[in-house]
Structure formats: C-alpha cells, structure tokens
C-alpha cells in the first residue's frame, strides 16, 4: 500500500472500533439513505427542471446523478462496505451542496447543506474527518466567494445583492464555520460519552458473567462434593465393614459400641446388633471408670494407641492392641478404633524376656565372657565377665569399639578377618564361616595386657542378613604365660641340649687336652728343679709352664662352656670379684667410664671364683667392643627374692642380683636370640671365637643361676646375673706356700694314660715319696688289695676305660673304708668329681698341675686335711 492509499484510510477509518458505535452509525447512514431516496426524487426532479430552464443542463444532469447514486448506496448496501456507502452520501451531498452555491450564491441553501455535510463526516467517520471536510468546505464556499465577487462567476441578478458583497462572504464564513465546528465536536462527545457507557455496561456485563460462572461453578463444586460425600460415605462403608482388621465405632459420650465390621463380628463372636447394644466395659474388661479415662485420651485429637485384653463371646480373653482416633460420622463425633491381636506376640515377648533372662544369667555366671557389636563394631552388650576382665563398666563399654581395647596387632588380624568374612557375605562364591577362633591381645583400662582367646560369628535375622557380630571371649592370659614359659623352657631346653652335645665334645678335648698339658707342665716343673736361678733355660721353662696355664685357661673356658667348669666352689662375696675385675678392665679401657652401684650387705654365693671372675671379663669385653668411641659401663648388684622364679627358669628363694649394662650400639632380635650360641659372634673373620658368651652362660648355668639380656638397636644392652644366695660366710683365699713340702710315704698312682703316669710318678719321687703305680682302676684295686697295709694314699684318675675312677674308688673303699684318695682329673670339680668328693674322697687335684700344687695337696691328704679343690 502507497502514503496515498495509507493516508486515505487513515482519513476515512472510523475513529472507534466498537462494534456498537459502528453499529449505530451503520443504523445511521442507512436511515439517511432511505429518506434520501424517498424524499429526494421531488428536490432532484425540482432542480433538474429549474436548472434546465435556466439552461444549465449539467446541474439538471447531476441533480439526477446524484439521486441515482443516492439510490443504488440505498439498494447496494449489503454488497458495498460501510465507509463506500458514506462516502457515496457524503461526496453526493457535497457536490449537490456545491452546485447550488455555484448557482445561487449565498442567498441558497448551499451553505446549509455544507452544514450538514461536515456533520454526517463527523458522525459517520468521527471527528477527524469532519474537520478534513469543513476546511474542504471553507476552501468550496472561499472559491465561490472569490469568484463571484470578483465576476469570474456569473450571478443571477436576483441572487447579486448578497453574492456580491465580500463581507456577505466574510461573515458567512465565519458563521458557518462556528457552527460546522460546534457539529463537529457534537457527535465526537456524543461518541464518547456513547462508549464510556458501553465501557462500563461491559464491566458490568463481565462482572455478571463471571458472578454467574462462580456460581455455576459453585453449585457444581456443590455438586460433586455431595456426590464424593455419598461415595465417601459410600466407599467408608465398605472400607469399614470389608476391612480385614477388627474395627470399632465408639461413641464417647455413652462409652458404647456404636458400629463394628465385619471382622469385629468374627472376631468377638457376637451378632452386629448385639454388639452395637454393648458397652465397651464389656469387652475390655475394664471399671467404667477406666474405660471413661480411655476415652478422654483418644478425644485429644492425637491418635490414642492402647493394650488391654479383651474378652470374646466364647469367653477366651485375648491380648490386643488398639489404635484409636477422632472421626464425625453423619454429623456425629465417634471414636474410630483398629483391634489387633497380639496374643501370640505378647506370648512370644513373655518367651524372649524368659529367654533374655536365662540369658543374662547364663552370661553373668559364665566361665567365658559373651559380648555383642553392631556390623559398625560398636559394643551393644558386655557380661560381667568382660568387665571384670578389663576393668570398663558395661556403660563405658557401650560407646567403645574393639579399636579401643586391642593392641595394634591384634586389631589389625581382627579387622582383616572380618573384611573377609564381610566380603563372603556379600560374594556368591563361597559362604562365610559360622564362627572364626582368634587369639588376641587386649589392653585393661590400667594399661595392662590381657591375653583372650575370642570366639566370633554373625548375629542374623529371619531372612539370614547379618546384623552384628555375637563374641566369646576367654581370658588365657596365665594359658599364654604357660605357653610363653614352656616355649622359652623348650628353647632353653633345645639349647642346653645342644650344648650338652658340643659340651660332652668340648669337655673330652679339654680332658685329653688337660692330660697333654699335663705331661708339659709335670716335665717343666722337673726341670725346674736343678736349675739355678740364674740359668738361662729357667725363664724359658717359666715360659712353657706360661703358656701351659694359658692353655690350661683355654680348656677351663672349654669345661665352662660344657656347663662342667667349676673347679672350686666357695662363699664368695661378688663385690670383690665385680669390683676386681672391672679395675683390671678400666686399666685398658680408660675411655670407658664404670659407673659403680654395688650394694654393701651384698649376701654371700658360692662359686668358682677364677670362672666368675672370667664370666665378668668376658661381659666387659662384649660392652667394650660396643662402645668403641667410648661410653658408660654400669654395674649394680643388689639383693633380690623371687617368690615365682619361673619366669627366669630358677626356683624360688634368695638369690643375688648382678647387672652389667652398656651405652653401645645395641642389638637387634635376631642377634640377641644368638648371643649365648657356640661359635656365634657379630665380629669379623679371625677377631672371635664365639665362645665368650656361651663360656658365661655355661658357667652361670652351671652355677645353679639364670642370666638374661635386654638390648636394643642404638640403647645398648643389658645382662642380668642371678646367683643363689649361700648361708656360709665368706671364704678368703690363703696365700699360698712359697715352696713345695714332701714326704716318705708310700702312694698308689692310678692313671690310664701312660704320660701322666711317668711325669707324675717322676714328679713324686722328686717330693721323696715311694710310688706304685696301675694303668686302670682293675689293677689298682689288685694292687691295693694285695699291698694295702703297705699304701698311705691313692691318686686316682676319674676318666678311665673299663672301670672308672668313681667304681674303683667304691671298690677301694670296700677293702679299706679308711682308704685315701686324691682324685685328679682333666674335668671340673663338678658332675662326676662332685659325686666322689661327696662320698668321702679326700681331695682333688686339677689336672694340669705344677708341682707346688701336686705337692700342697697329697700333703694335705696325708696330713688328714681334706678340700674341695687344689691345683
């Protein structure tokens, strides 16, 4: 669409879109129409014949046009739109307007058709266009002024008087436009006023229907709820009485049974009718004022639940419980009750409480303890036993875990086996086991461990689903000490016995070994003899004889090793030979501080002192080897009674404490497990032996004591000494002679080896002694028997083949219980030598022997002074 034709439509577009205003002006211009056509034949005829006799013909022809016009607008009006049609009427009434101001001037009725041609425009259009067609109309009426008062228009002389007069024209203007503007606003504000009342009768209108749609919608609402109220109602009863559950309608104000189901009348055993004449006192077998009470609680609003035991018409009584709530009934307020039976539950909770009872008492008088966790691990029960077992209250122990009571190491073992036995719960491989037996180690409140040996298996439901875990705990902590105590006896046992093997070898060399040196230290002495002072081979034989009581000090580590090394036994204070031998060793180690801690009423032991004073020193060098930058030796002795020595594998009684402890670099477990093992030693290729250690423990052993170490990487180490405590006083070793003291006497010279018994034989005749001589214990009691009268004593060697040298000295004795023996042997005091002694022998001689001691003691036979040990 073009400016033009969009002006156009904006110029003759209605100025409202009502459909009433367009209605009433449709109305309108019909009207007009219809009186146009009827009316305006006369006024067209009429014109058309004056305008002919005047001889202006084309008036005459659009007089009657315009009629034609007006006629088919009247006729055409449902084919042609409303704006064509009253543009028709308009456009016609305009040019018939303007023709009769062409013609007549001011004195027609020109100007009073305008009039009415700007106000149909106003009317049928609206304001806008009315004021378009009155300036179309000042511009007509402006150019027919012009033009007559100037002459370009021809005037009829009858019509010149007002036509030519220019303030006529002027004044008519003005008039006319006054007016044309009064009847243009007119029907504008008629409009207006026109569609503020059709605004508010719409309002109203709207307001109407939507009050009638509320209503409608409210009866309906009105409807449907009566209608859902029936099928409530409708539905309720049938829910009530189909229901499967006992149901009751109470009324509160009677305490009476104002309905009941189906299955209440099952159930109890009475007609509906009947029961619906019933008071509810006489089912519940309550007082009506308990039943009242009842009653007043399930008002509050809040659904009531109840127990009671109800009596039925058979006269059985069963446990039930209720629910009851508020419910209005045909505008009536009732007491809604739900029965159900719970005789069989109550039967089952009377069973559980007895079950739980038989329970609790089985739990509390049980030798074992009886606990139970949650799948969290979380303590839900503990018996006595538990408690008493590790010190927690059953209420502490509610909120532990077995985090809280295990050491690490077991927690860890329990943890894994129940992650396993949680992952077979869940795996559809395998099941998990009923009950899993684990030993672990529990922490008492004190800070104690207690040993327990648990039972463990899942809790389950009916479905089989675990729910918690049920454990059995036994205390085996004294069962665990035994084990621990047997299995460290075992070891001990096992090393004893190991070393009893290699000690029956070592103690065999060191007998053949002490005979050998025996012959070396005999044959030196001899030579000694003739010999000044001054004689250059006599610091050679002190030499040899040196080096044989080196050797000699080799075979007594040997025979100490072999649990066999006690030579002579005595009371003994161990402060003397602790504190001895550490000056000797501090004269060496001056980078090594001693650190002294010696008790002074120390009680008195009876030992071999040259072993212990080797066991020390061989502990000293150990500490010395681990502190070899220097460092802290500690010695402590102190007085001890052990009321249950088996831990330290020694009987109770008095014993005597001795500590040796370093600053060094310690040990680790496997190394201390080894120290007291033949051969062992932490020391380079060629720097050890290996036997210092096992050397200590054999003596200690073979001293009836028990030694012990604690170490640890970085912390040095520490040995512990237990000596049995002795009774007797202590006894000072004499000095001895200064030189050897013989005699005449007759002596029989038993021995099986062919070296010592010419070295000795010679050694004895150097003494002045007369000598006889047998290479067994067959031919001694021969020679004895047939010289006896004739010997004074006997030197009997104790290791012999055939007939040893404790049945020979039997034998000896059974000839002549007098008889005097000095047993001389390669081996200890101890075992064997011991036995003898103890059965009357004189004397004993170490073998090997120089001849100051060989003479000390066959003097002190002789002379009738018999010892524990010479040589």
């Known amino acids: 669409m073009n400016v033009s034709a969009k002006n156009r439509n904006f110029l003759f577009r209605p100025d409202s879109d009502r459909p009433e205003v367009e209605e009433f002006r449709r109305t309108v211009l019909n009207r007009i129409l219809f009186v146009i056509s009827l009316l305006g034949l006369p006024a067209a005829g009429i014109g058309a014949v004056q305008s002919w006799m005047q001889g202006r013909w084309v008036f005459s022809v659009l007089y009657l046009g315009l009629y034609g016009i007006f006629l088919s607008g009247t006729f055409a009006s449902r084919r042609l739109p409303y704006r064509v049609r009253a543009l028709i009427l308009v456009s016609a009434l305009f040019l018939v307007s303007f023709s009769i101001l062409l013609r007549i001037g001011m004195s027609g009725v020109g100007m009073q058709l305008l009039l009415g041609v700007c106000f149909l425009s106003a009317l049928l259009y609206g304001m806008r266009t009315g004021i378009l067609v009155l300036l179309i109309c000042i511009a007509a009426i402006s150019f027919v002024a012009v033009g007559m008062t100037t002459g370009f228009i021809a005037i009829y002389p009858e019509h010149m008087l007002t036509s030519r007069s220019a303030m006529a024209w002027i004044t008519g203007l003005f008039i006319f436009t006054m007016l044309v503007a009064v009847m243009v606003i007119a029907p504008e504000m008629l409009r207006r006023r026109i569609e503020e009342s059709l605004d508010v009768l719409e309002e109203q209108k709207k307001e109407a229907e939507e009050a009638n749609l509320k209503l409608q919608q409210e009866i309906q609402a009105r409807k449907q709820t009566e209608e859902g109220l029936r099928e409530s109602e409708e539905l309720y009863r049938n829910l009530f009485d189909n229901h499967a559950a006992v149901k009751l309608l109470i009324d509160p104000e009677t305490a009476g049974i104002f309905d009941a189901n189906r299955a209440a009348v099952e159930y109890y055993g009475w007609p509906l009718e009947q029961l619906r004449r019933m008071k509810v006192s006489e089912i519940n077998m309550l007082s009506p004022e308990e039943v009242k009470g009842a009653i007043e609680r399930a008002k509050t609003g809040r659904q009531f639940r109840f127990e009671f035991r109800h009596r039925r018409a058979d006269g059985t009584v069963r446990d039930i419980e209720g629910f009851s709530s508020r419910i209005r009934v045909k505008g009536k307020d009732l007491l809604h009750s739900i029965i159900h039976d719970i005789t069989a539950r109550k039967e089952a909770e009377s069973a559980l409480r007895d079950s739980e009872e038989r329970f609790r008492r089985l739990a509390e008088n049980a030798r074992d303890g009886i606990w139970t966790t949650d799948l969290d691990l979380r303590f839900t029960y503990v018996s006595p036993y538990i408690e008493e077992m590790l010190g927690y209250t059953a209420e502490e122990f509610l909120g532990m875990s077995p985090g809280d009571i295990l050491t690490p190491a077991s927690l860890e073992r329990c943890m894994q086996i129940f992650a396993d036995e949680q992952a077979a719960e869940k795996s559809t491989n395998r099941a998990p086991l009923r009950s899993r037996i684990i030993e672990v180690e529990h922490v008492h409140k004190n800070g104690g461990f207690v040993w327990g040996e648990i039972k463990v298996t899942f809790l389950r439901d009916q479905a ?408």
């Open 464 to 871: 089989g689903r675990a729910t918690g875990i049920l454990g059995f705990t036994r205390d085996i902590t004294e069962r665990k000490r035994v084990e621990e105590e047997q299995e460290r006896l075992k070891e001990e046992l096992n090393r004893s016995r190991k070393l009893e093997s290699i000690g029956t070898l070592a103690g065999g060399i060191a007998h053949d070994f002490n005979n050998l040196l025996t012959g070396i230290q005999g044959h030196a002495s001899l030579m000694m003899l003739g010999l000044p002072e001054n004689h250059p081979h006599r610091v050679r034989l002190q030499y040899i004889q040196e080096q044989v009581v080196s050797a000699s000090s080799l075979a007594g580590q040997l025979l100490g090793f072999a649990r066999g090394g006690r030579y002579e036994v005595k009371p003994t204070d161990m402060n003397d030979i602790v504190g001895k031998t550490a000056d000797m060793f501090g004269r060496t180690k001056k980078e090594i501080v001693i650190r002294r801690s010696l008790r002074p009423d120390l009680w008195t032991v009876e030992v071999d002192r040259s072993q212990m004073e080797q066991v020390f020193m061989n502990l000293y060098v150990n500490a010395g080897h681990a502190m070899p930058g220097g460092g802290e030796l500690g010695l402590e002795t102190d007085n001890v009674v052990l009321e249950d020595g088996r831990t330290l594998s020694l009987a109770p009684g008095h014993y005597v404490k001795i500590t040796v402890s370093d600053t060094g670099i310690g040990m680790d477990d496997q190394t201390r497990e080894r120290i007291f093992d033949p051969f062992f030693t932490t020391k380079g290729m060629g720097r050890g032996t290996g036997l210092g250690l096992a050397t200590v423990y054999g003596i200690v052993k073979g001293h009836g004591g028990a030694i012990n170490v604690a170490s640890r990487p970085g912390r040095g180490t520490t040995f512990v000494i237990h000596l049995p405590a002795s009774q007797k006083a202590v006894v000072r070793e004499a000095a001895p002679q200064a030189t050897a003291t013989g005699g005449a006497e007759t002596i029989l010279l038993v021995d099986d080896e062919t070296l010592v018994l010419n070295v000795a034989r010679e050694m004895l005749q150097v003494l002045g002694y007369r000598v006889l001589r047998a290479g067994s214990g067959q031919e001694a009691v021969a020679v004895y028997h047939e010289r006896k009268d004739g010997i004074d004593m006997v030197i009997l060697d104790m290791i012999m083949p055939g007939m040893s040298g404790g049945e020979t000295f039997d034998r000896l004795r059974e000839i002549d219980p007098q008889v005097r023996v000095l047993l001389s042997s390669g081996y200890s005091i101890d075992g064997a030598a011991r036995e003898i002694l103890d059965r009357g022998c004189n004397g004993f001689l170490q073998k090997p022997f120089q001849l100051e001691q060989m003479a000390r003691s066959v003097r002190s036979v002789l002379d009738g002074k018999n010892e524990g040990r010479t040589g």
